[in-house]
């Protein structure tokens, strides 16, 4: 079942800092931008940002930028965009789910895809994760889903393993979270 009431605040932003041996490889930020009335009912849009760290990038580029349009009754992506820099390759793509036939429609690149046909409640990159962050989890429950990656259909099983608090900074501080495993063993 879903958490009541939804999780999810307008304004909030996970940030992710990935480090090599104490220097910034990366980060990553995700946040709530807002709530809308698009597609005929409220949605959120979510947007996220991801690129190598000043070093790095002297070495390699990196840049994702990511947003997605998930309803708000069930957080279900209605479109998802993304545009990747990586080294020398850039692209970007969109795809839009038509919820009532099961399909997406895919533009890569300013091109439109071969529709895609869908499973009832395929999520995206993005809407996976507060999908996940508003059910109501259980030490040994599992969750599985499809996600798809604009080029392919992934089937993903997560296993609630454990429950343990972290130490995260101000203004969170210590707080409780849930160690999730997939069916390769990634946590």
């Known amino acids: 079942p879903?958490?009541?009431?939804n999780p999810l605040q307008v304004g909030e932003t996970l940030v992710y800092d990935v480090k090599l041996g104490g220097i910034s490889a990366g980060t990553q930020s995700i946040t709530v931008v807002e709530e809308a009335m698009d597609w005929d009912e409220p949605v959120y849009r979510i947007e996220s940002d991801a690129q190598t760290g000043a070093l790095l990038s002297r070495v390699y580029h990196f840049r994702d930028h990511k947003v997605t349009y998930i309803r708000k009754s069930d957080l279900l992506p209605v479109r998802?965009?993304?545009q990747l820099e990586d080294g020398s390759y850039r692209g970007d793509f969109v795809v839009d789910f038509n919820r009532d036939a099961d399909t997406a429609e895919v533009w890569r690149n300013g091109s439109r895809d071969p529709d895609v046909v869908m499973p009832?409640?395929?999520?995206?990159?993005?809407?996976?994760?507060?999908?996940?962050?508003s059910k109501e989890m259980?030490?040994?429950d599992t969750y599985e889903f499809t996600f798809f990656t604009g080029k392919q259909?992934?089937?993903v099983s997560l296993l609630v393993k454990s429950r343990h608090r972290v130490d995260v900074p101000q203004p969170v501080?210590?707080?409780p979270v849930y160690r999730l495993e997939s069916e390769d063993g990634y946590v």
């Not at 879903?2 to 009431?5: D, E, K, Q, S």
């Not at 009832?120 to 507060?130: A, F, G, N, R, T």
């Open 2 to 5: 879903f958490l009541t009431p």
């Open 80 to 82: 998802y965009e993304k």
């Open 120 to 133: 009832k409640h395929v999520l995206d990159e993005l809407s996976m994760i507060y999908y996940l962050r």
């Open 138 to 140: 259980r030490i040994g």
């Open 153 to 155: 259909l992934i089937s």
């Open 173 to 175: 501080g210590s707080t």
